[in-house]
């Protein structure tokens, strides 16, 4: 796996123009990308045969009493739905946040002005994923759109993984949600789905993507837009450059709590940015 490090603002417009394909996601540090849902179920004890029926349990909770605090109609048949509203408002699912945006990686990478080490951002080519989970010469998309034929088929296995009580093998699934939320709609948020609940995304790659996991460093400008044989790379931002992004160049790009989180909780988040300005 490619690992790159950016040194300048320069950097960061060179990668994003050349990481088209790819889905990402911005971490505080280089922790393994996980769902919560296995992260919690992990840290109570829980017998990963057991994951299974927790997972349904919480889902089948979540549907029955869900009503009593939001308004909008909501399918409860529809696990995938479900699972989509509850990672929401926070609640452990199997699925794990992703973008179509670099910039916005980026922000979520570097958004804790009180954190002082090195971050990451994970990039993923969301082209070789929906390729191996519907192949392209099983896509028989009548209005020649592949791409959301894909997707739509993804959809469709993802909503029979939650709806079986047997793990399937694994594998890896990008969900676009049918209906999205504000939040979601301004992050352009995707969400990656592990068909097996406890697998890590490194241990995925290994083994559906022959990825291997040994890191080799590559310049920002020996990267070319000849990558797309790479399943994965990542971004390291050094800690040094954590307020030239922010809040300096994600700022003014209007990057910023206020606009990915509407409501009065990004508005308060946002307001982290003044304390570094003078009156």
């Given at each position: 796996m490619k690992r790159l490090t950016i040194n300048s603002e320069g950097d960061v417009h060179l990668l994003a123009t050349r990481l088209d394909f790819h889905v990402f996601r911005g971490q505080k540090q280089d922790w393994p990308v996980q769902s919560r849902l296995a992260?919690?179920?992990?840290?109570?004890?829980?017998?990963?045969?057991?994951?299974?029926?927790?997972?349904?349990?919480?889902?089948?909770?979540?549907?029955?009493?869900?009503?009593?605090?939001?308004?909008?109609?909501?399918?409860?048949?529809?696990?995938?739905?479900?699972?989509?509203?509850?990672?929401h408002y926070g609640a452990p699912t199997r699925l794990i946040d992703f973008t179509a945006s670099f910039y916005?990686?980026?922000?979520?990478?570097?958004?804790?002005?009180?954190?002082?080490?090195?971050?990451?951002?994970?990039?993923?080519?969301?082209?070789?994923?929906?390729?191996?989970?519907?192949?392209?010469?099983?896509?028989?998309?009548?209005?020649?759109?592949?791409?959301?034929?894909?997707?739509?088929?993804?959809?469709?296995?993802?909503?029979?993984?939650?709806?079986?009580?047997?793990?399937?093998?694994?594998?890896?699934?990008?969900?676009?949600?049918?209906?999205?939320?504000?939040?979601?709609?301004?992050?352009?948020?995707?969400?990656?789905?592990?068909?097996?609940i406890d697998q890590d995304l490194s241990g995925i790659l290994a083994s559906d993507f022959s990825c291997d996991a040994s890191e080799n460093d590559c310049s920002v400008s020996d990267f070319t837009g000849a990558n797309h044989d790479k399943v994965a790379l990542k971004v390291i931002i050094p800690s040094k450059l954590r307020r030239d992004l922010l809040p300096g160049m994600l700022w003014r790009m209007n990057i910023n709590h206020e606009v990915l989180f509407p409501g009065i909780d990004g508005f308060c988040k946002s307001m982290t940015h003044y304390c570094g300005h003078a009156g």
């Open positions: 992260r919690v179920l992990q840290s109570l004890g829980c017998e990963s045969e057991n994951w299974k029926n927790r997972e349904n349990n919480i889902i089948r909770e979540f549907a029955s009493r869900i009503h009593l605090y939001e308004h909008s109609p909501i399918d409860q048949a529809d696990k995938l739905g479900c699972c989509s509203l509850m990672q916005v990686a980026l922000f979520f990478a570097v958004e804790d002005v009180e954190y002082t080490g090195d971050s990451v951002v994970w990039c993923l080519n969301e082209m070789k994923i929906r390729d191996k989970a519907i192949p392209r010469e099983s896509v028989s998309a009548p209005d020649g759109n592949e791409r959301q034929y894909q997707y739509d088929e993804m959809r469709k296995q993802a909503t029979g993984v939650l709806a079986s009580d047997s793990q399937p093998e694994g594998g890896l699934l990008l969900i676009e949600p049918a209906q999205k939320n504000q939040r979601l709609s301004r992050q352009q948020g995707c969400f990656l789905f592990p068909k097996q």
